[in-house]
């Protein structure tokens, strides 16, 4: 899937074109050709927790 940032180019303030190729997500300007590689994304290291509070009510009970 291919997303723009339109007016974002750091050297000539063009359209960015975002996109992947094999190995990592890079963007590129539409107009000047600046391209910059992205930093990959990683996941979250610990698990999001809910608290046994929260996941004993019933849906749409309030705690008194």
């Known amino acids: 899937m291919v997303r723009w940032r339109l007016k974002?180019?750091?050297r000539c303030g063009g359209?960015?074109?975002i996109d992947r190729d094999l190995?990592?997500?890079y963007e590129q300007c539409l107009?000047?050709?600046f391209r910059k590689e992205?930093?990959?994304v990683?996941?979250?290291k610990e698990p999001i927790v809910?608290?046994?509070t929260?996941?004993?009510r019933e849906p749409g009970t309030e705690e008194s």
């Open 8 to 10: 974002s180019c750091p």
């Open 15 to 17: 359209d960015l074109l």
């Open 23 to 25: 190995d990592h997500w």
């Open 31 to 33: 107009q000047c050709s």
């Open 38 to 40: 992205l930093k990959p």
């Open 42 to 44: 990683h996941e979250y």
């Open 50 to 52: 809910i608290s046994d």
């Open 54 to 56: 929260q996941s004993n």
